[in-house]
């Protein structure tokens, strides 16, 4: 199971940490965050691999946020700093066993938090 947690309400350029917390026994490739704006798809936001730890992000998350990992918690974070209104959504985590060339794509990400809101105000 996934816990994400960490969200609020924040004022444009202030950062937010964001936390993803998992139970059990962990076997992923990757780790991602992911998120939803009213109205919009659930869209990749950034991803990390388990054994490892290279990185990957979309271009709207690239220079402003930072995901990391630690291990031996099991635990996922996502820093994000220079947040924009654009960025409000509710974000997700969730877990991967697919390859590299798959991290982009939701369709492989098989657990899922339950999300925490991001809201940016202007």
């Known amino acids: 199971q996934l816990q994400a947690s960490g969200g609020g309400s924040v004022q444009a350029g202030e950062s937010l940490r964001l936390s993803c917390a998992a139970s059990?026994?962990?076997?992923?490739?990757?780790m991602g965050w992911f998120r939803q704006a009213p109205g919009k798809e659930r869209e990749f936001v950034a991803a990390?691999?388990?054994?490892?730890?290279?990185?990957y992000y979309a271009d709207s998350a690239k220079g402003r946020f930072t995901i990391s990992k630690d291990n031996a918690k099991k635990l996922v974070y996502l820093q994000m700093s220079g947040l924009k209104p654009e960025d409000t959504a509710v974000y997700y985590c969730?877990?991967?066993?697919?390859?590299?060339?798959?991290?982009?794509?939701?369709?492989?990400?098989?657990?899922w938090g339950q999300g925490t809101q991001v809201t940016v105000s202007s």
């Open positions: 969730a877990t991967s066993n697919g390859i590299t060339s798959s991290v982009y794509m939701i369709r492989m990400y098989k657990d």
């Open positions: 059990g026994r962990l076997s992923v490739s990757f």
């Open positions: 990390i691999r388990w054994n490892g730890g290279t990185t």
